[in-house]
Structure formats: structure tokens, C-alpha cells
């Protein structure tokens, strides 16, 4: 495949994270816990994962390599878990503008790690891509905005979790199968959750019958396909222009709200949506080669 069949997966990967936020709002309505949705999520996607494992071409690892990988599936696990957090006590709109610092933590993560300075081009796209970010969650146009440092260090801490994920997805073990390596990922983040939220849920038939659509959907959209595309996606085009791809959740969440959930969106949260998306097309774009791929550090890795 060419380098921007590479892109457009990493960039679906980073809709099918944009699909999620209406969903979850959809299974709270319905009176279900965080926890509960939280857990169903990582649960059913887990399972899903490796039922398509069953289907594809085997490969022994060592239990090194599988360590690595399950170890790399905690940020995948903690970001749901601090997001959540940052929720409660922030609105949901300054809240998800911290996760999105997600891009640029993405590209000083690769600058550290695998010594790649981020080029003008890059820092262009990223900065278009904060503006933009700024105006699609209409966080200018609210009067009334809740501060709480616990909440803003909670949001940050799902941004630094979510871009150490997708680090980690491009340099981690790449020559192990996508379907494989998305799993191993899966489980590490469904231990890592259970971890912190027991699930009960299923211990109790009713609650689990209730819950599985929710579970499914979640796990389909949030467990399954975004490792299985970055595992494919993120070795091809490096994580930092992988995190600018990513970029893409941000307008799916705001078109899915106004599709499915019927919310009103202003003009000037579009004009953000269609800036994030310029920004994207930018490093696309003026991206005419893949960057030269440096093997990662024990650190990267570890």
C-alpha cells in the first residue's frame, strides 16, 4: 500500500474513537454507570478480538514480546478511565479541548524517543489543528465555564495516556500480526481497567443482557478497530504524524452529536470542524515521502 492508504487508516482509526462519545451518552441516558460502561466496552471489544484471532494466520511469541505488548495496552485502558474522571468535574467541552493536547504530546513523545525533530510543516498543522479544536467544542462561546485543577490534571493525564497509546501502537513489536497485536493490546487495557472498576455487571444476567448493545457497540468502535488500524497504520506513518491523523475523533464526535443526538451545533463549532480537517489535509499533503523510520529505544518500548 502507499503511504496515504497508511494515513486514511490511521485517520479511520481515529473516527471510530469519535463515534464513541454519543454512544456512551446513549447508554448513560438508559441509567447505566461509568464503570459499567467503561467495563462492557473493553469487556466485549476484548473477546471480539480475539475471536477474530481464532480466524487468522497464527504466530508464535516469545513471552517477552507478549509482556511488551499487554504492557503497552495500559495507556489504552488508563485514557478511558482518566477522561472519565476529568468529566466530572469539568465541563464536557474544556474537558475533551485537554485530550486533544493529544497532538503535540504525540509528536515531542517521537522528538524524545526516536529523536525525530518535528518539522516547521508539522508545527504548522498542529497549531491549526489546537485552533481548530478550540472552536469545534465551542468552548469560546460559553459563559459559564467549571474550573477545577483536579479535573484539568486529570483531563491532561488522558491526553498524555492516549498519545503514550499511540506511540506506542507504531513502534511496539511491529512485525507482529495487526489482528494479534490488537488483542494483546485489548487485554492489557481490559486487566488495567478491571483493575480499577470490579465488573460486577457480569456477575448480574439482567444488567449484562441490558448492557451487551452497549458493550458491543463500544467495544466494536472502541476496543477492536482503533489497535487493530494503528497497529497497521501507525509503523507506516510514525506516531507523530499519526497522532495529527488521529486529529480526526474530534469531528466525527461533533457530527455523530448532531446526527444521532440531535444537538445543535453553531457555525463556528462547523468552521472548527472544517479547520481540524484542513489541518489534517495540510500534513498530508505537504508529506510527500515516508519519514525515515529510526528503531526505537529500550524506552520506547518499555
Not at 503511504?3 to 462519545?21: E, K, P
Not at 467495563?39 to 478480538?49: I, V
Request: proline share 5%.
Amino acid at each position: 500500500m502507499k503511504l496515504w492508504h497508511y494515513a486514511l487508516i490511521v485517520f479511520l482509526g481515529g473516527c471510530c474513537y469519535g463515534i464513541l462519545s454519543t454512544f456512551v451518552k446513549l447508554a448513560y441516558s438508559a441509567g447505566f454507570s461509568a464503570p459499567e460502561v467503561t467495563g462492557a466496552q473493553y469487556f466485549f471489544g476484548t473477546m471480539l478480538s480475539w475471536i477474530l484471532v481464532m480466524f487468522t494466520k497464527k504466530k508464535r511469541l516469545t513471552f517477552n514480546q507478549v509482556m511488551k505488548i499487554l504492557m503497552s495496552g495500559i495507556p489504552f485502558g488508563l485514557t478511558g478511565m482518566f477522561y472519565y474522571k476529568s468529566l466530572q468535574t469539568l465541563n464536557a467541552s474544556l474537558a475533551i479541548v485537554l485530550l486533544f493536547q493529544f497532538v503535540w504530546i504525540g509528536t515531542l513523545y517521537e522528538w524524545v524517543f526516536q529523536k525525530r525533530k518535528p518539522t516547521g510543516g508539522k508545527l504548522v498543522s498542529i497549531l491549526i489543528l489546537l485552533f481548530g479544536s478550540i472552536l469545534a467544542a465551542n468552548i469560546l462561546s460559553q459563559g459559564d465555564i467549571s474550573l477545577s485543577w483536579q479535573g484539568i490534571i486529570w483531563g491532561f493525564l488522558a491526553a498524555i495516556t492516549f498519545a503514550l497509546f499511540v506511540f506506542l501502537s507504531g513502534s511496539v513489536e511491529k512485525d507482529t500480526p495487526p489482528i494479534l497485536k490488537s488483542s494483546l493490546l485489548s487485554t492489557g487495557a481490559v486487566i488495567t481497567v478491571f483493575v480499577a472498576f470490579p465488573p460486577t455487571f457480569v456477575m448480574n444476567l439482567d444488567t449484562l443482557t441490558e448492557l451487551s448493545p452497549y458493550g458491543l457497540f463500544l467495544g466494536v468502535f472502541g476496543v477492536v478497530l482503533p489497535p487493530l488500524l494503528y497497529s497497521i497504520g501507525m509503523p507506516h506513518v510514525g506516531s507523530g504524524m499519526g497522532t495529527i491523523m488521529t486529529a480526526s475523533e474530534l469531528p466525527m464526535a461533533v457530527i455523530m452529536s448532531s446526527l444521532v443526538l440531535g444537538e445543535h451545533v453553531g457555525w463556528i463549532q462547523w468552521i472548527g470542524v472544517l479547520i481540524i480537517l484542513t489541518g489534517i489535509a495540510f500534513s498530508n499533503l505537504r508529506r510527500r515521502k515516508p519519514e525515515p523510520q529510526s528503531p526505537p529505544s529500550k524506552e520506547a518500548v518499555l
